[in-house]
């Protein structure tokens, strides 16, 4: 068994990791799909109330966050859905109510200390108990399984709107449901990574899936997938390496999506060289031009020098050669 395996506060992290690891990718995708990348930061803002109330009254700090987060999360989408203010400054404003409040309860509490403000703020998942175990994994259940049922209803609200509202969904219902789960997610998330890095594990794997994912149903599996991985990797990295675990864990995911980008943009370099190759080929392909053809896709490709090319408007794109199992035939 390896070593970090044998302390029960890392079989305790670890876990931890992996329900925040999946639950904040499902619902960050929406976010993404919506531009409200950042309502995460404003979410863990008003959490860290929450928190301090909690700490400031001696009740459990996980459930006076999570009320707290799901007041302010439904009240805002309630605010954006009725028009009064617009969505970006009821945002503005739940952020920095939030950490404001925050900050001067957890200084009237005795136990109000630097340390017990950094643990919110940046996590603490080494200190995670039994307690905090189960309320996590109860809350994140919760996240998956209603995501997961809704996610054709969300996807569609996300897209559009007011098209969604004309074809009979209850778009405000949706959309408050979500502003829920993420106050919820944030609330799961906040000792693994920090009420001020949850947003990063939220939407960052969710880009990093969309630069290779074909279709948004495998977006969402490779988001958590790459949530899941970054949050366990990023626990035992910080083990072994006397790193913070919340920074760690967004580092890592950062890091997976430079190297996509990176790898899309090498690949985008090559299929245009590619193509301006084929553009400036002098040759004309045609009926009797004495190459081999092959159909594709309702149109013909061109064998020559082991190059596969297909005329479109004046010039030619180049296929990669040998894509389809059919034979040549010759004209």
């Known amino acids: 068994m390896p070593e970090i395996l044998t302390f029960d506060f890392m079989q305790h992290a670890l876990l931890a990791a992996l329900l925040v690891g999946i639950a904040a990718p499902m619902v960050g995708v929406f976010l993404v799909q919506r531009r409200l990348s950042l309502i995460g930061d404003g979410m863990g803002h008003v959490a860290l109330a929450g928190v301090a109330v909690g700490v400031f009254t001696h009740q459990a700090p996980v459930l006076t966050a999570l009320v707290f987060a799901i007041v302010a999360a439904v009240g805002i989408e309630l605010v954006r859905a009725r028009g009064r203010t617009s969505g970006d400054v009821a945002l503005a404003v739940m952020f920095y109510g939030g950490i404001a409040l925050g900050v001067v ?82 609330v799961v998330s906040m000792r693994v990574v920090g009420l001020l890095l949850i947003s990063a594990l939220m939407i960052v794997p969710n880009a990093t ?53 990176s790898y899309n943009a090498l690949r985008g370099r090559i299929a245009g060289r590619r193509h301006l190759e084929a553009e400036q080929h002098e040759h004309e392909h045609g009926p009797d031009c004495g190459h081999p053809t092959i159909e594709h896709d309702h149109h013909v490709d061109y064998l020559h020098d082991g190059h596969r090319h297909a005329p479109h408007e004046g010039h030619y794109d180049e296929h990669h050669p040998l894509e389809t199992h059919e034979d040549p035939v010759k004209h």
């Open 105 to 186: 309860v957890f200084s009237l509490s005795a136990d109000g200390t630097p340390t017990n403000l950094d643990s919110y703020l940046f996590g603490s998942i080494s200190t995670t108990t039994n307690t905090d175990l189960q309320q996590f994994a109860v809350l994140a259940i919760v996240v998956v399984g209603v995501t997961w049922a809704l996610r054709p209803r969300l996807f569609a609200v996300a897209n559009d709107e007011e098209y969604s509202r004309a074809t009979g969904l209850r778009v405000t219902a949706l959309n408050i449901t979500l502003a829920v789960l993420t106050a919820v997610t944030v």
């Open 209 to 261: 899936a969309q630069l290779v994912a074909g279709s948004f149903r495998s977006a969402i599996r490779i988001a958590v997938i790459i949530g899941a991985f970054c949050a366990v990797g990023g626990v035992t990295t910080a083990y072994y390496v006397n790193t913070p675990p919340g920074g760690t864990i967004v580092l890592m995911a950062i890091a997976l999506f430079l190297a996509a980008a």
